[in-house]
């Protein structure tokens, strides 16, 4: 039958391209594979009503990536149209980096700057529904797609937050997303804080520029919050720019190492005090910068768990325009720690809300700093604190006292 024809060349297509030699299926593949293409027949030959071969094969390819992890997915030929996007840092859509966990579409984080961070949306959050259609039976691909749109344009996200009783629905314009990568400033006229939204092309150079800038430093402050990654020769770059020597990451696959990154001491910063911000929106590039800076003992790691995703995909063009996109590795931190679902965790946790018992920092005098600067202190000696929209940054002024601490 031609059906069965197309998904028996299609099983082999998936073989061939991952397998050394073409080597074929094994004596249990071919067995599980006739079942598949007898079930398939009498589908065909039975269903109550005409069906679409194209349709059928496509849905056992998707529910044969579905037994894998989120991120092995299937992308028919609209869809990979869609996403073939480049990595320079503009876009057009919201701004959101999604995942699937749980079994639910979550969340990674929303870019610093981007509408769906200006609209509220949080890293943890579920989204239920993308313009009323359901997220349950989407892979990650399509998600992504029905998020991204013309410029101007809304998409309404139904979200569930954890803490919160009933889902509700959030707004976001579609814009071009330009962001700058790094922002940075100066505290109490000695530490500085160099911000990373996400890994894009020249996120090292503009780092080190931003870091000579400021001048003289008596510590730095990483701020990796909120960061869903990126581009991975930029995470490489930006730990390389602290470190001397030892190593950045490791990539391994079926239990063999595949690839190691090393720091090279050329054009390393001075050994001044370190602090790494992270929470459960740092993933990917950002969770192996705290990861190899935490390792080699060059940074103290500030704040709570990222978000753990370390995985290595690649995509493969397939012959009708679709495409495959497969974990093929995972990393792991220069002590041999696996990220993949496990995340970075702090040296010093520290939540993002004070403490609500012994912790109030009201009155006038506290209510200068936001993200442009430092405030004015509320009593002689006292340091000031600093605010981010209006709301005290809890994160940020421990890391400040902890380099403070340090002089």
């Known amino acids: 039958m031609r059906t069965l024809r197309i998904l028996t060349a299609a099983a082999f297509a998936l073989v061939t ?12 593949g071919f067995k599980s594979l006739h079942i598949l293409t007898k079930v398939l027949r009498y589908v ?23 037994t894998l992890d989120p991120h092995t997915v ?5 869809i990979y149209r869609e996403l073939k996007v480049d990595t320079a ?16 579409l979550t969340v990674v984080s929303p870019i610093k700057g981007s509408p769906a961070e200006e609209a509220g949306i949080q890293a943890g959050d579920r989204i239920a529904r993308i313009n009323g259609n359901s997220t349950k039976d989407l892979n990650l ?14 998409v309404t996200l139904t979200i569930l937050r954890p803490g919160t009783k009933n889902p509700f629905d959030v707004s976001v314009m579609r814009k071009i997303i330009k962001v700058p990568s790094v922002v940075s400033r100066i505290y109490d006229g000695k530490y500085g804080y160099a911000s990373i939204s996400s890994f894009q092309q020249g ?25 869903p990654g990126g581009l991975l020769e930029q995470g490489v770059d930006v730990s390389d720019v602290f470190l001397k020597e030892g190593v950045i990451v490791t990539t391994n696959s079926r239990g063999a190492e595949i690839d190691r990154r090393e720091a090279h001491d050329e054009g390393s910063e001075p050994d001044y005090p370190l602090v790494v911000l992270v929470d ?5 590039a950002a969770e192996i910068v705290a990861g190899a800076l935490q390792d080699n003992k060059r940074a103290v790691v500030i704040g709570t768990t990222s978000f753990g995703k370390g995985s290595v995909q690649t995509v493969v063009d397939l012959d009708d325009g679709s495409g495959l996109k497969i974990t093929i590795a995972r990393y792991q931190t220069p002590s041999g720690r696996v990220i993949q679902d496990q995340g970075i965790i702090p040296d010093i946790v520290v939540p993002a809300k004070p403490p609500k018992k012994g912790v109030s920092n009201d009155g006038e005098a506290d209510e200068t700093a936001d993200e442009s600067g430092p405030s004015t202190a509320s009593e002689p000696g006292e340091k000031p604190l600093v605010r981010r929209k209006g709301v005290e940054d809890y994160q940020l002024n421990r890391a400040l006292d902890y380099l403070r601490g340090l002089s």
Do not use: C, H
Not at 141 to 154: D, F, I, N, P, T
Not at 280 to 284: K, N
């Open 280 to 284: 459960g929106g740092s993933a990917s």
């Open 141 to 154: 691909s399509e998600a992504v797609a029905l998020m991204r749109g013309k410029r101007g344009s809304r």
């Open 44 to 66: 065909e030959e039975n269903y109550v009503t005409p069906v679409d071969e194209e349709m059928l094969i496509r849905g056992a390819i998707r529910g044969m990536l579905g």
């Open 17 to 28: 391209i991952w397998s050394p030699g073409a080597l074929a299926l094994s004596e249990k």
């Open 74 to 78: 299937y992308m028919s030929p609209e």
């Open 203 to 227: 996120t090292s150079r503009s780092l080190e520029r931003a870091i000579r800038e400021m001048g003289p430093l008596s510590g730095l402050i990483l701020d990796l919050r909120r960061n």
């Open 89 to 104: 840092g503009r876009f057009d859509g919201i701004g959101i980096e999604v995942t699937v966990k749980d079994r639910l």
